[in-house]
Nanobody
Framework: QVQLVESGGGLVQAGGSLRLSCAAS????????MAWFRQSPGKEREFVAY????????LYADTVRDRFTISRDSAENTVYLQMVSLKPEDTAVYYC???????????????WGQGTQVTVSS
């Protein structure tokens, strides 16, 4: 079983930056495909970015490309989401997700964190 714990959310003004962290409990987290999703009230969970085990493949949603950067530190069992030029429409609960066998832009990952709130004020 893999536990994922997100942190780094908060309130920021439009144009500001935040860095989210996702710490994985498993010592084998480097074997996990990792992703970030987000969900706003009344909306479906939305793909943000994923990163493969080695970090060789990364994909971003069109809405965040060029503003968000996903990265991983295997030694720390942690995945990051650096967010810059934040917009009010980025306001959502951000979830970290992991899977041992597959990756993609749909919310079908095996493991999920509890989420961290990001609020961007205009």
């Amino acid at each position: 079983q893999v536990q994922l714990v997100e942190s780094g959310g908060g309130l920021v003004q439009a144009g500001g930056s935040l860095r989210l962290s996702c710490a994985a409990s498993a010592s084998t987290s480097s074997d996990l495909y990792m992703a970030w999703f987000r969900q706003s009230p009344g909306k479906e969970r939305e793909f943000v970015a994923y990163i493969t085990r080695s970090g060789s493949r990364i994909l971003y949603a069109d809405t965040v490309r060029d503003r968000f950067t996903i990265s991983r530190d295997s030694a720390e069992n942690t995945v990051y989401l650096q967010m810059v030029s934040l917009k009010p429409e980025d306001t959502a609960v951000y979830y970290c997700a992991a899977d041992r066998f597959r990756f993609g832009d749909t919310p079908s990952y095996e493991y999920w964190g509890q989420g961290t709130q990001v609020t961007v004020s205009s």
